[in-house]
């Protein structure tokens, strides 16, 4: 028997439900357990090691969110998804508040999108048990795990880093925290492994919907390392380092120094590493383009001061100088 099967547990009152969404996770390699109701599930929890529970919201007894919130202090590690036919912004607020719920799935579902959630479910509890190991070398392997699924990425997370790193020094930053930023440096692109590669290896321009899922990238990394236990400093730099300085950027379009320095720091470099290197869709710029376009995005995308002191010390930022990814850890 493989032990290191993960198994999903479907909560729901109504059986063509149940033999409906087990049949969806037939040929997936997950073990399926089901439940008619809460009491039922919360047996089967206690019981077994649940890696998801995808709970109905309207059933006899508990309601979804209340077997949700008590799966959460069950099982802290379980994610939770929670469906129901009758959704408002209450609803929405409270599973999320109470139960922590990773998706919220509309009835009827569509087959793609609830497999979809389901499979990004699993996959976030496999980063964060990875990155919880606490080990500098599973760090750096996360982030060649990203660069996996997008070869002109090769090297791409290790450059950010270092760049990040001797922008960190030449600022004077308190060097208790440069682990952090070194960290930050290698994850920060870490929520890549849930977008599908179809979309990331796309080499023309993207639609409004795949730029979407792409910009989803950062607060899932994020969630990711938070779980993992990793310091508010690696967090800020997952989840804020597509911000601009002009206040256009995403998750939350946060402005000039409400972005934190780390954020502020990580951006220059992913910038300027992703103009300096081929990408599916262009060459690496040459150096008089580089530094028109940089320039061009001083103070509305990167930090003006950040971007001088980057563009100071250029050479020493050029990717031919870089250490590569095969690199040793230090």
């Known amino acids: 028997m493989n032990m290191n099967i993960e198994t999903v547990l479907i909560v729901d009152d109504e059986p063509l439900i ?96 609830l497999l979809n959630a389901i499979q990004d479910s699993l996959m976030h509890n496999r980063l964060v048990s990875t990155l919880k190991q606490g080990e500098e ?59 599908p590669e179809k ?20 607060e899932w990394g994020a969630s990711v390392v938070s779980q993992a236990g990793f310091s508010r400093t690696v967090v800020n730099i997952v989840l804020y380092h597509h911000e601009h300085f002009s206040g256009t950027g995403y998750p939350f379009g946060l402005s000039g120094k409400q972005i934190p320095i780390e954020a502020r720091i990580a951006a220059v470099a992913d910038v300027y590493d992703a103009l300096s290197t081929d990408r599916p869709y262009r060459p690496a710029f040459t150096t008089d383009k580089l530094l028109a376009v940089l320039n061009d995005m001083r103070g509305s995308v990167l930090d003006p001061d950040l971007l001088d002191l980057l563009i100071a010390s250029q050479e020493r930022f050029d990717p031919k100088n870089m250490v590569t990814p095969a690199a040793q850890v230090n």
């Open 18 to 113: 149940l033999r409906a969404i087990s049949r969806l996770l037939a040929d997936t390699g997950y073990k399926v357990l089901t439940a008619a109701d809460a009491m039922e599930g919360l047996e089967i929890v206690q019981q077994n090691d649940i890696s998801l529970v995808l709970s109905d919201n309207c059933m006899p007894g508990k309601s979804g969110i209340e077997f949700l919130t008590q799966v959460k202090l069950l099982s802290p590690s379980t994610q939770r998804i929670l469906m129901t036919a009758h959704a408002d912004v209450d609803m929405a607020v409270k599973a999320i508040n109470q139960g922590e719920i990773f998706r919220f799935i509309i009835k009827p579902w569509d087959n793609d999108y």
């Open 137 to 195: 070398s599973v760090y750096l392997t996360m982030a060649r795990m990203v660069e996996l699924k997008d070869p002109y990425t090769h090297g791409h997370c290790q450059r950010v880093a270092e760049i990040s790193l001797l922008l960190a020094e030449k600022l004077g930053l308190n060097s208790a925290i440069m682990d952090d930023i070194r960290w930050g440096g290698w994850l920060h692109d870490c929520g890549k492994v849930g977008v």
């Open 199 to 218: 979309i990331l290896n796309f080499p023309g321009k993207l639609s409004p919907e795949e730029f979407e899922i792409i910009k989803k990238h950062s």
